[in-house]
Structure formats: C-alpha cells, structure tokens
C-alpha cells in the first residue's frame, strides 16, 4: 500500500506535465495563427494602401476589408486587452472625435461668425439661404474622406491587441513589409520605367518606390524598416537557438540598404545614413557576452570579444557599398544633394502662405483634409504654375491648421507620453540600445514629416500604428521583468 500513492503521485506529475505540454502547444499555435492573419491583413495594406491620395481606386477595398476586420475583431477584444492599452484607445478616439465633431451642423448665427465665412454669408443673404446649417469644417466632403480613412489604422489597433500581438511579432511582421517593398522595388527599376510592378499611375517612375507611390515615402519607411532589423538582429543574437535569425537579419538589412541607396530621395539617403549610423551605435552598445554558449559558438564568442572587429565590419561594408554606388553612379539621391531642388524652392515659398492659414484658424481648424481647398483662398499670384498644391508639405503644421488648438494638444498628449515611456527605458542600463532604437525610429518619421507627409498613406498609419502599440508592450514587458 506505500507504493500506491507513490504511484498516484507519479502519475499526477505527467498528466501535469501533459498539460503544460499541451498549454504551450497551443499557445504557439495561437501566436503563429495571429501571426500569419496579421500578416495577411499587413500585406493587403501594403499592396493597396501606399498612396496618400484621397482618389485612389485602391482604397475602395482596402477600407472595406478594414470594417470588417474591425467587426470581426470586436468579439475577441476583452476588458482586460482594452484596459492594458487604454492610453492608445483614449488617444485614437479623441482624434477619431475630433474629426468627428468637425463634420456636426453648426446653427447660422455661429457658422458665420467663424473665420472666412463672410463671402459665403454674403451669397446666403443674396440667396435667402441664411439660415442653412453647415459644419466646422470648410471642405465636408474631404473631412468625411478622413473620417473613413481612421478605418485602417482602427483596424491595425484593434486586430492586434484582439489577436494579443507582442511586440517581436509586430515589428518582426514589419521588417518583413521592409524587405517586401526593397524587393518590389528592385523589380520595379530592373524592368524600366513602364514596369508593370508599379502599382500607382501616379508616381516616381524610375525609382524603386515599392508599394508606395512617392519615392520620399518608400526611402523613409527603408530607413525605419533597417532600424527594426538591427533591433530583432541583435535580440536574435542574444537569445538561444536563433542561428537562422542570426543569419537573416544582417542580410535584409543590406538587401534594404542597397535598393534605397538607387532610389532618388534626398531625405531617404539622408534617413538610410541615419539609420545606418544608428545600427551601428546599437551594435557596439548592446550586450557582447552571453553565457551557456557551447564549444561550437567559438567564433561568435571570438568576435564578440572582439568590439571594434564588429564595429568596423559593417561600417567597411557600407563605405564600400555607398562608394560604388557613386562611382557608377547609381546613387542619384546623393548626386541631387549639390543639384538645385524647384520642389524644396517651393517649401520655403509656402511657408508665408502656411503661417497666413495658421493665424486665422488657429483655434478651431479648417477641417481635416481641406489644406487643398483653403489653400486656394490664400494662393498668392506668384505661385501660380500648372501644378497644383494637395499638401503643405509639413505635416506638423497642417495638422494643426486643420485640426486647430486641439489637434494640437493632442499632438503633444502623445509626444508627452513617448517621452515618458522612452525617457523610462532609457533609465534602465540593459534597456538603453532599445531606448536609441524607439527614440531614432520615430526622430526618423517626425523629420520627414516636416518636409513631407508619410503619416498620410494608410501603410504608414498601420505601420506607426503598430509602432507605437509595440513600445507600449515592449514596455510593459520590461516593468514585468
């Protein structure tokens, strides 16, 4: 009779160890299963969400799988996956309001009162139609466009925290879009400037821009998409049985490298040497020495105590590879930097037009997506040209001139809350090289928004979108730990 419980002891263990196996077993099933469907959601994104135009034929599908994406998802959101990111929620549903609340009938006496309506109450009282309501916003039609543009990155938000998306497999699934667009891209220039790989009719023809349609947008989400690829490289490095990783990375990098280098974006050259700079600053801060490592890590344990033969190798590579781009001349980027630009003449020259707007509508905003139509009101004689103007060409200040004080304070709620998160990490020893990585990532994308405007194709929404839900979890993570 001793040995019966023994017994039943025993066999108590392997049901719990049965169980435990079957636990794990199933949760690698559900994060590859969530994997694979964000994945998909990610690469039908990228395929028809890479113009920021609000006439793009692409959008028509695009928008209609996000709304049911969005439908879908609500049934596995949860009270407890809401809670731990309120702080995106409250943030995308104060914008989603904001625009919103632009778009509500406004009686007569207060609509007029509102800065450049006079000529149009003039036409009223010559019309009768004085007591017409109309809404904030001085192009209604636009503002609706926005309104239903938040489906995608709605949809990006809430598929992800519904599906329970760490971190590593957003920015894993990011790095692979990278890789994608540098591939398009290089089918795109091999086959001249009538490929049919190019998705847009309107676009950089020539240049390697991928699933985008401007080429300043596809060298700025290269240079992001190589910031990503150093992170996963160097936590590849750092954690056991990653030797495929380990080999993956380095090479992505530079495939991505060497086809943003034969695109024709200043900026993007600049944002590609950034983020090449920053790699390497990542590379030599992060943690060299890793223990349990066996007799066959021998030369990877030789190299890292090596720091400068790591250090150099990438940096000989890259100098070797920027200059016979340039001696062939294969580099137009670099070779424009001395050239005379007409479209950043043009920058400097909106920039009085852009302060005017500012001054009168400040406050309330013009309504998000009408930069288009009051730009006409203010257009001085003098730019007047057979193209037209669709952006302010900073997105910071249109931002605000079509959202006013409020988008503005929005704006900052969410500076203040990077810098708080970022600021935090940075505090921690072991966390510093993810602290560069998330401070130059988004350095990256707010730059090229003061010369351009990225955040408005809905690839790039998804794309910060998911950035910005992974440094919430990556953070919390790290207070976990």
């Given at each position: 009779m001793a040995a019966q419980p023994e017994f039943i002891g025993t066999k108590s263990k392997m049901g719990v160890s049965h169980e435990g196996e079957e636990s794990k077993g199933s949760m690698r099933t559900g994060v590859g299963r969530g994997m694979i469907i964000l994945g998909i959601f990610a690469f039908f994104v990228a395929l028809t969400g890479g113009a920021s135009r609000f006439d793009a034929m692409q959008i028509i599908p695009l928008r209609t799988l996000s709304a049911l994406v969005i439908a879908s998802s609500l049934f596995f959101l949860t009270k407890e996956k809401l809670e731990a990111e309120r702080a995106l929620f409250l943030m995308f549903g104060s914008f989603a309001l904001l625009v919103a609340l632009q778009l509500v009938p406004l009686p007569p006496w207060l609509w007029q009162r509102l800065p450049e309506r006079l000529e149009v109450s003039q036409l009223d009282a010559a019309l009768g139609l004085e007591e017409i309501w109309r809404p904030l916003t001085l192009a209604p039609m636009r503002t609706w466009n926005v309104l239903g543009s938040l489906v995608v990155p709605g949809a990006a938000l809430v598929l992800a925290i519904a599906l329970r998306a760490s971190s590593m497999m957003l920015l894993r699934i990011i790095a692979g879009l990278g890789v994608l667009n540098a591939l398009l891209g290089l089918l795109q220039i091999a086959s001249g400037r009538s490929s049919a790989f190019y998705i847009y009719e309107i676009t950089n023809r020539g240049s390697p821009v991928g699933f985008l349609a401007s080429e300043n947008h596809a060298s700025i989400f290269a240079a992001c998409s190589m910031l990503v690829v150093t992170l996963l490289g160097l936590r590849a490095r750092n954690a056991p049985y990653n030797s495929w990783e380990t080999l993956v990375y380095p090479v992505a990098f530079f495939f991505i490298l060497f086809v943003s280098l034969v695109g024709g974006s200043r900026a993007g050259f600049l944002a590609a040497i950034g983020a090449v700079l920053v790699s390497m600053i990542m590379l030599f801060l992060s943690p060299r020495h890793r223990k349990g490592r066996s007799a066959e890590d021998a030369a990877r344990r030789w190299l890292d105590d090596r720091p400068r033969i790591v250090l150099a190798l990438p940096v000989v590579i890259v100098l070797l590879t920027a200059v016979s781009?340039?001696?062939?001349?294969?580099?137009?980027?670099?070779?424009?930097?001395?050239?005379?630009?007409?479209?950043?003449?043009?920058?400097?020259?909106?920039?009085?037009?852009?302060?005017?707007?500012?001054?009168?509508?400040?406050?309330?905003?013009?309504?998000?997506?009408?930069?288009?139509?009051?730009?006409?009101?203010?257009?001085?004689?003098?730019?007047?040209?057979?193209?037209?103007?669709?952006?302010?060409?900073?997105d910071w200040a249109q931002f605000v001139i079509e959202g006013g004080v409020w988008a503005g304070l929005l704006l900052i709620v969410l500076l203040v809350w990077m810098v708080k998160v970022i600021g935090a990490m940075a505090l921690r020893r072991t966390h510093r090289v993810d602290a560069i990585f998330w401070m130059s990532l988004f350095a990256i994308i707010a730059a090229a928004s003061v010369i351009d405007y990225p955040l408005r194709t809905p690839l790039f929404q998804l794309v910060t979108v998911w950035f910005l839900l992974a440094l919430s979890r990556h953070t919390r993570d790290i207070k976990t730990t």
């Open positions: 781009f340039l001696a062939l001349d294969r580099a137009p980027a670099f070779r424009d930097i001395l050239a005379s630009d007409s479209l950043a003449d043009l920058r400097w020259s909106l920039w009085p037009v852009i302060v005017a707007i500012l001054e009168n509508h400040w406050l309330l905003g013009t309504g998000f997506g009408s930069f288009e139509q009051v730009y006409h009101i203010y257009e001085p004689s003098a730019l007047l040209m057979p193209q037209y103007i669709n952006q302010a060409h900073n």
